[in-house]
Nanobody
Framework: EVGLVESGGASVQPGESLKLSCAASGGSGFRFSDYWMYWVRQAPGKGLEWVSLIDNNGIITKYADSVEGRFTISRDNAMNTVFLQMNNLEIEDTAVYYC????????RGQGTQVTVSS
């Protein structure tokens, strides 16, 4: 079973930046570099929204239209960690952010809260 722990969430003002991290762990056969990784988020009162993905080698990245050009996903396979750099944050980005090993977010961590308010 893969364990995922997100961190880096905070309360910020519109236009500011945050960098989220997600540390992955697993049993003896676990190899982080085998997994594509995803970020999903859940805003208050709404369902899960896919945000971004990165392939296992860190070459392929994709973003939701709502964050394209502002967010950057990356990974460090030696550190078993995936990152989400979020720039020019908007109030609409307020959500709990989760990393996941599936695009639907079913196998995700406990999440980290990002609040954007003026």
């Amino acid at each position: 079973e893969v364990g995922l722990v997100e961190s880096g969430g905070a309360s910020v003002q519109p236009g500011e930046s945050l960098k989220l991290s997600c540390a992955a762990s697993g049993g003896s056969g676990f190899r982080f570099s085998d997994y594509w990784m995803y970020w999903v988020r859940q805003a208050p009162g709404k369902g899960l929204e896919w945000v971004s993905l990165i392939d296992n080698n860190g070459i392929i990245t994709k973003y939701a239209d709502s964050v394209e050009g502002r967010f950057t996903i990356s990974r460090d396979n030696a550190m078993n960690t995936v990152f989400l750099q979020m720039n020019n944050l908007e109030i609409e980005d307020t959500a709990v952010y989760y990393c996941s090993i599936d695009s639907a977010g079913k196998r995700r961590g406990q999440g980290t809260q990002v609040t954007v308010s003026s």
